[in-house]
């Protein structure tokens, strides 16, 4: 494309359990599955990103949804907390 854009890699993240319970639960959910973390520069300084699942996964509408979504979010958060340590 003949254009400049800053360092950016997307990482998969996925948790299989996770993903064939959720999957289990709600087949649709496939759409959505939260398993993608990125990691940028901007300004010089190094930033890794990655879903919010609980906000992600409220879509479908499914209560049995929202603690894997919390599981989830913890994992994310461990995973991108220890990427910054």
Do not use: T
């Amino acid at each position: 494309m003949g254009v400049e854009f800053p360092r950016c890699v997307i990482l998969g993240a996925c948790n299989p359990p996770l993903a064939y319970l959720a999957l289990s639960e709600e087949i649709g959910l496939g759409l959505l599955l939260p398993c993608n973390a990125v990691v940028f520069e901007r300004l010089g300084r190094v930033h890794v990103d990655a879903v919010d699942a609980e906000k992600m996964l409220s879509v479908v509408g499914n209560p049995a949804m929202e603690e894997m979504a919390r599981q989830v979010n913890e994992k994310l958060r461990r995973a991108v907390d220890s990427a910054a340590a």
